[in-house]
């Protein structure tokens, strides 16, 4: 049989867009689907937690969970209760670059969902108390302890971002924050930060699905029209990075994991740039699947690592130099030493054996299956749009981003991994089983 | 700043529908397939009875090693080949083992849906399993699942099922095996898994648009050389409550945290109880709103989560709650959480909770089921537990239409937890004297 191949896409975005601005500066993106019965309600805010101050680490994270504890027509339990009480789904997320919080509803709940969301926009500062936000605060650091501290390797993440950025840098500290800042968290603070963030300039509100732009921006005017925007919203502080680290930095932890892993990471472009589209090939050549370079040479081939934890991937960040993280785990009775050799070979082999065009090819096809799968749902179409019209000011832009993975040249990688993966720049995180307690008993 | 005071009124609703179910006889095997007009990914997965229920005793994890070893090659490529073939197409093999089922699955555009289906049915059906492969497979088994259970969550899980099944049974036992039964899973044990389980025609789930599809050609793809008859389903265990509550401890040192499963045994996924079950449920461990998660979480602020549910396959259920606490409110965090349960099996549920519960679940069979990969999901349930083609249509009456008395009574027959089994992973040397102090149930240590 002739294989078939993956087609190429004209637009990674054949659905419909539509954009209008409020007055007081709220941006609403409308993408109209009819195939489903439920539509998604999403909005990004400008606002992440590049832009907290030393000594406030956390607070933008914190500051999300306290969105969903009431405001002014809504009380508390009142927004987790209409939302699922009426068949839909909600979360929010925290990231360093912004803060995005979305509900898919039964199309039916569009209006509760838009008045709910204004609601919080407009109304929150009134409604918090010492009470919510004490509550809340121990539910945060228990997600701390939960997702970083009481896991294997959990505290990765934690480790390598003031490794790979600078003291002062927006990037320098991890979204959760230190369990320091979070007991010194107080209530003006956050009331201070609803006033200096949650603005309708300051956002983008997105709708997808089984709804029509007319709708939507009339809907929208009603519920956020009257809203004031914020005439002096403080930037973040500059994630200019004058190039390449020159330094390599290195951290080994010893604790209580299983077995040795190692995490390379390097600073390359910012997601969103050319150089980031090649980069993220670039992982997806390295990493992705069993055909990638780190699995066929370290997992199947010279078996040092783990078939199970081998990976490479950008972490997509848009306000500076975002990393890529290349990482694997040592197989029983292999050290630390033999694991980061055989990984350095497969990063430097890179340039000195240049990617295939059938190496090319399956990333292609990887990443045109995970784009698709991203925009299946409502939901997954809604975020993608308001990322792509907070960060680069039109939604439209989404449609760029599949082509031109699927436009990445071998010689578009051997130039991007040529400067942004030398040794020289490489940050180094290894854990290392501690020998009074070899992992854990079995 | 003006702000609209009242909260609107609910528009319209469209009329549910699930997508368009087609059965398709093709050989010995059928293909269900839903109907998904314009979408551009598409999803097929075989089923086949050949979950780990149809492991021996002593055997646990075969299954699990079989559906790795599938992608080390077949009679025609090798392992990098098969890998290489597959991600050209943009697909991945997904595997998995349940008690119930084994499934091996693709996603890709639809046009490649073919070519797909064709490496999926050759790595199930004809892998090559060549005895050094499946011995180097089992051992990155080992050390894959030892690298799970350095995690917390996995031992306490086997504690609290060897104490409700027993450990001398295989539903006893965790469902992938544990790093000591892996390990002495045999490279014949391999291969007769294979022969016995995997050679008869099952059934191949597709999602899509149909349109583009031919599904009889599927079919033959994947129930091509394939023999036997279906297997019969066998009965349920039926549920046992034990006299008194047990506490279980499983030691893990300088834990921040204590991880709590705890759980009795249940009715099977089939029984006539399912709906107002899952609702009672749903209100005391399910939604955000729920009783345990408003308590625990949002008044206590014990825990970042915390959830509560049946989980219910074809020969048997279990009431399972599920949490992470700091270390230092271990004792309460316990207490409240069985207090909860009390309470809901004595007092029942109230309407305005029965509301949220009701409407959530029967949101989320549209909400939920947007995807290629979810439409699937919900026909191998039709498939594994052999619903109507309208059963979603008919779940989500029954879910809308469910009553304050017949919720309150189904929580009443269904929740136990004066004979519930209490286990908790942490840093017992902190944690063991309070749980003595407290009387919670008799204390004893796991041994895994």
């Given amino acids: 049989m002739t294989s078939p191949s993956v087609p190429v896409a004209q637009t990674g975005y054949p659905w419909p867009i539509e954009t209008a601005r409020l007055d007081n500066g709220l941006r609403v993106v409308v993408s109209e689907d009819r195939s489903s019965p439920v539509v998604c309600v999403n909005l990004w805010y400008d606002v992440g937690s590049r832009h907290e101050p030393p000594g406030q680490t956390g607070f933008a994270h914190l ?4 969105m969903f504890e009431g405001s002014v027509h809504v009380q508390k339990t009142e927004h987790m209760r209409y939302v699922q009480g009426n068949g839909g789904s909600l979360n929010a997320t925290t990231n360093p670059d912004r803060t995005n919080y979305f509900e898919t509803m039964p199309s039916e709940h569009l209006e509760l969902a838009l008045w709910l969301e204004a609601d919080r926009m407009g109304g929150l500062v009134p409604a918090l108390t010492q009470e919510t936000l004490d509550n809340q605060r121990e539910v945060v650091k228990n997600e701390r302890r939960q997702r970083y501290e009481n896991v294997p390797y959990g505290d990765a993440w934690l480790r390598l971002l003031p490794l790979l950025y600078p003291e002062g840098h927006p990037y320098h500290h991890a979204t959760i924050g230190s369990m320091e800042d979070l007991n010194a968290a107080g209530l003006d603070m956050f009331k201070a930060f609803h006033r200096q963030y949650y603005a309708p300039n300051n956002a983008v509100l997105t709708v997808v699905g089984d709804a029509s732009p007319a709708e939507v921006f009339a809907l929208a005017d009603k519920y956020f029209g009257a809203l004031d925007p914020i005439s002096d919203i403080p930037a973040a502080p500059h994630g200019h990075l004058p190039g390449p680290a020159t330094e390599p930095v290195r951290e080994t932890v010893t604790g209580n994991v299983p077995a040795p892993r190692i995490y390379l990471s390097h600073r390359t472009h910012p997601f969103g740039t050319a150089g980031y589209d090649a980069v993220t090939v670039l992982a997806t050549v390295l990493g992705g699947g069993r055909g990638s370079r780190l699995y066929q040479r370290l997992a199947d081939g010279s078996r040092i690592a783990q078939p199970d934890y081998v990976g490479a991937y950008g972490v997509d960040l848009a306000h500076a130099p975002a990393p890529l993280i290349v990482t694997a785990t040592a197989k029983d009775g292999v050290d630390a030493e033999t694991l980061e050799a055989g990984l350095i070979e497969v990063l430097d082999s890179v340039v000195t054996e240049p990617v295939t065009e059938a190496e090319l090819e399956r990333a292609k096809a990887l990443l045109t299956t995970s784009w698709w799968r991203q925009l299946s749902t409502v939901g997954g179409r809604a975020d993608t749009l ?18 031109a993975w699927q436009a990445v040249t071998p010689d578009d990688i051997t130039d991007v991994a040529a400067q942004t993966l030398r040794s020289s720049s490489r940050v180094t995180l290894t854990y290392l089983p501690n020998p009074a307690h070899p992992g854990e008993p079995s | 700043m003006t702000l609209v005071a009242s909260r609107p009124e609910t ?60 992608e080390e090659g077949t009679r025609s490529l090798d392992s990098a080949g098969f890998a290489v073939a597959l991600e050209r197409l943009g697909a991945e093999l997904s595997t998995s083992v349940e008690w119930d089922a084994l499934r091996v699955g693709v996603s890709v555009p639809v046009d490649l849906l073919p070519a797909a289906v064709e490496l999926l049915a050759s790595a199930a059906r004809t892998p090559k399993l060549d005895p050094t492969d499946v011995s180097r497979v089992r051992a990155d088994e080992v050390t894959a699942l030892r690298m799970e259970w350095a995690q917390p969550g996995p031992r306490a899980d086997a504690a609290l099922r060897a104490d409700l099944f027993g450990a001398d049974g295989r539903f006893g036992r965790p469902l992938h095996g544990d790093p000591t039964s892996v390990a002495a899973v045999t490279v014949e044990d391999v291969l007769a898994f294979h022969r016995d389980w995997m050679l008869r025609a099952g059934v191949l789930l597709v999602a899509g648009d149909l349109d583009k599809m031919d599904l009889a050609a599927l079919g033959a793809t994947a129930f091509g050389g394939t023999s036997g008859s279906p297997l019969p389903v066998e009965e349920p265990l039926g549920v046992t409550i034990p006299a008194g509550r047990r506490t279980i401890l499983v030691d893990r040192p300088d834990s921040v945290q204590s991880t709590l499963r705890l759980g009795h045994r249940a009715p099977h996924r089939a029984h006539p109880d399912y709906v107002t079950m899952s609702l009672a449920a749903t209100v005391l461990g399910g939604a955000f709103t729920s009783r345990l998660n408003h308590l625990i979480r949002e008044v206590k602020g014990y825990t970042y989560g915390i959830r509560g549910e049946f989980g219910m396959s074809r020969r048997f259920g279990r009431f399972l709650v599920s949490s992470a606490v700091q270390t230092a409110v271990t004792v309460p965090a316990l207490a409240e959480t069985v207090g909860e349960i009390t309470r809901t099996r004595l007092d029942g549920v109230t309407e305005d909770e029965l509301d949220v519960a009701r409407r959530w679940r029967a949101g989320q069979l549209t909400v939920d089921m947007q995807t290629p990969g979810s439409i699937a999901s919900a026909l191998a349930t039709l498939v594994i537990h052999d619903l109507p083609d309208d059963y979603y249509e008919k779940l989500r009456r029954q879910l809308l239409e469910a009553t304050v008395d017949a919720v309150s009574a189904a929580a009443a027959e269904h929740l136990h937890p004066e004979g519930m089994t209490l286990v908790i992973e942490g840093d017992t040397a902190i944690i063991r004297d309070d749980l003595a102090a407290a009387d919670i149930g008799d204390i004893t240590d796991a041994t895994i």
Avoid: C, N, W
């Avoid at chain 2, 010995?28 to 005793?57: C, I, K, S, Y």
């Fill in chain 1, 63 to 66: 500051f999300e969970h306290l």
């Fill in chain 1, 386 to 403: 308001g990322r792509y019209a907070t960060q680069f000011g039109d939604p439209g832009s989404a449609g760029y981003r599949l082509p």
């Fill in chain 2, 11 to 70: 528009g319209p609703a469209r009329p549910y529908a699930f997508p368009a179910v087609v059965r398709t006889a093709v050989g010995g095997g059928t293909v269900v397939a839903a109907h998904m007009p314009g979408q551009l990914l598409a999803t097929a997965t075989l089923l086949l009875d050949a979950g780990a229920a149809r492991e021996p005793l002593g055997g646990e994890g075969t299954a699990a090693i079989l559906a790795k070893a599938l």
